[in-house]
């Protein structure tokens, strides 16, 4: 009953890592809308391991962790919205219509498609803050755990962030064929200013806290 409870607990916790619409889960549906749904469905793959280790890290290294985080917030929320304004720029002046390709010519790009959801999703090291809100509310670190009751407590999670790149995926597919290019077109800019809007709060916010006495 304690494995099924612990399974489940994960799932949840996979679950509700990946639900926040960042930006992450915005790059994971202009994919879907213009490369498919598995090159998204891979980058989703890639932000579900980057939720994992930091997970892992959480669990087997808490204060380490969270005192390197708090010594140098401000320095990684400066890298991570950098790499986000660069992206934000490059998605704002790319061309959709170029990215609409059938799937034969798209297989060698799906590792690339993974790796850059790691990197998007791990450049963001904040997240063990919620992780480590989750593990407190669903009571993930209990001391009578066995080291086995963790592997499947972490084979959790990593399953229930992939049920939700999969579901999210599935229905942004479902759609993909009420979009022409014109619209495609139109929401790659917007996903673009969002992104970037959210990247220059995080950079002004960060350069504020560096300045601050």
Do not use: E
């Amino acid at each position: 009953m304690q494995v099924l409870q612990i399974i489940f607990t994960g799932l949840i916790i996979g679950v509700f890592i990946s639900a926040p619409m960042g930006p992450i889960g915005m790059l994971v549906i202009q994919r879907t809308l213009y490369k498919g749904r598995v090159p998204a469905f891979f980058t989703g793959l890639g932000a579900a391991l980057s939720d994992l280790i930091y997970c892992m890290l959480t669990g087997f290294g808490l204060s380490f962790v969270t005192d390197f985080i708090q010594n140098n917030q401000s320095a990684l929320q400066i890298v991570g919205s950098i790499v986000l304004i660069i992206y934000g720029i490059y998605l704002f002046r790319s061309n959709p219509s170029r990215s609409l390709k059938p799937a034969s010519q798209a297989t060698a790009t799906y590792w690339r498609d993974f790796g850059t959801g790691f990197l998007f999703t791990v450049s963001n090291p904040l997240i063990l803050f919620f992780i480590i809100g989750l593990f407190a509310r669903f009571n993930f670190m209990d001391s009578s755990y066995q080291h086995y009751h963790y592997v499947i407590g972490y084979t959790g999670i990593i399953l229930g962030a992939i049920a939700w790149w999969f579901i999210i995926t599935f229905f942004v597919n479902k759609l993909k064929a009420h979009f022409n290019v014109r619209s495609l077109w139109l929401i790659n800019r917007i996903i673009a200013v969002l992104l970037s809007i959210m990247a220059l709060i995080g950079l002004f916010s960060a350069i504020k806290t560096l300045l601050q006495p």
